[in-house]
């Protein structure tokens, strides 16, 4: 087993890598679409009071595509290699129709296998997080 960390992704939330592989199986932990370079979520703006000022689900969506890419890169993998995506959406009912459009968008030749589940909150002010399995070229 390889533990595989990121330089360019987002730091994990807790105490564990951002992938690890074995065999020709690489399993990435639950990713969000934190910047890598802020720790901010892309699309999300709050008062002083903690309020929601702005939303942007769209931008969330394009910004965890990224941070996958960025992770299956620096193990060695690509996008062509996923296999199975898990989804977390935060509120199923706003958001999944425009999840579907956009993850059309970036999967429009491979076809990995794929869950949708409606969570009730993640552990940061996100609103989907994927968890990924890619099968590595021998």
């Known amino acids: 087993m390889t533990k595989i960390d990121a330089p360019n992704a987002p730091k994990p ?13 690489l399993f990435l932990s639950g990713i969000g679409p934190r910047e890598p370079e802020t720790d901010g979520v892309p699309g999300l703006v ?9 939303f942007d689900f769209e931008a969330q969506v394009h910004s965890v595509f990224r941070n996958v890419r960025t992770v299956l890169e620096a193990s060695g993998a690509q996008w062509e290699d996923l296999v199975d995506v898990t989804v977390y959406l935060v509120n199923m009912e706003r958001d999944f129709h425009t999840f579907n459009r956009i993850y059309a968008e970036y999967f429009h030749t491979s ?8 969570i009730d909150r993640l552990p940061t002010p996100i609103a989907i997080e994927l968890k990924c399995i890619a099968a590595l070229q021998e």
């Open 13 to 25: 939330v807790g105490h564990y890598p951002h992938a690890r592989r074995v065999g020709n199986l």
């Open 46 to 54: 709050r008062s002083a009071a903690g309020n929601y000022t702005e």
């Open 111 to 118: 076809q990995p296998c794929r869950t949708t589940v409606g």
